[in-house]
Every structure is written in structure tokens, then in C-alpha cells.
């Protein structure tokens, strides 16, 4: 099994908790407190969930006072966007390239 650092981002905001977590924090930095009024879940689960978070480079934390406050990784949440651009241009061109193969079959330039 992959450890959280090898496993794919995509794979980790598989799970709904996380992505709420990461909505949130788009929004602004929250410390866990925060983001467990917000959710579902008590506030130990926020914190595995920012862990694995965390190790799978996704956010960031800072000691601020006696809390930890939590907010997007931007170099992380970038690689994210940079593979679904590449998934989009793959679709794009292949979308180009069916197009393009049915007006072939039909012998229009």
C-alpha cells in the first residue's frame, strides 16, 4: 500500500471529508477548531484528515499560538491543476481528433 506522500492527490480528495476540508480552506486559513465546527466529524478526525492532508502535500500549518492554522499549499494544489490540464488537452485533442476522423469518412475537407 502507498504510503499518504506516494499516493496520488486526486485519490486523496477522493474522500468527501477531505474536499470539504479543502473548500474550506480556499476560502481563508483555519485552525482545526474552526474547520470541525464546520463539519460533521469530531475534531481529532479533522486533525487525521489534515494529516494526511499534509503529507500528501496538499496543505500547509503554522504554529499560531497554541494552535495550528491550516491553509492550502499552493505549490501542491498547482500540480494538481497542471495534471488536470494535461487530462483536459488530452480530451480536447482527442475530441479534435474524432471530429476530424468523421469528416475525413465523410469527404469533407
Avoid: C
Avoid at 480552506?25 to 482545526?32: D, F, Q, T, W, Y
Avoid at 474547520?35 to 502535500?57: C, F, N
Wanted: aromatic share 6%.
Amino acid at each position: 500500500m502507498a504510503t499518504y506522500r506516494e499516493a496520488d492527490g486526486w485519490e486523496i480528495l477522493g474522500d468527501p471529508t477531505r474536499r470539504a476540508i479543502v473548500a474550506s480552506l480556499a476560502e481563508r486559513p483555519r485552525a482545526v477548531g474552526e474547520l470541525a465546527q464546520e463539519l460533521p466529524i469530531s475534531r481529532p478526525a479533522v486533525s487525521q484528515h489534515l494529516r494526511v492532508l499534509k503529507d500528501a502535500g496538499l496543505v500547509d500549518d503554522e504554529a499560531a499560538g497554541t494552535r495550528r492554522v491550516y491553509r492550502l499549499n499552493p505549490a501542491g494544489v498547482a500540480a494538481l491543476r497542471d495534471q488536470l490540464d494535461v487530462f483536459w488537452r488530452r480530451a480536447l485533442e482527442g475530441f479534435q481528433e474524432t471530429v476530424e476522423q468523421a469528416a475525413d469518412e465523410e469527404g469533407r475537407p
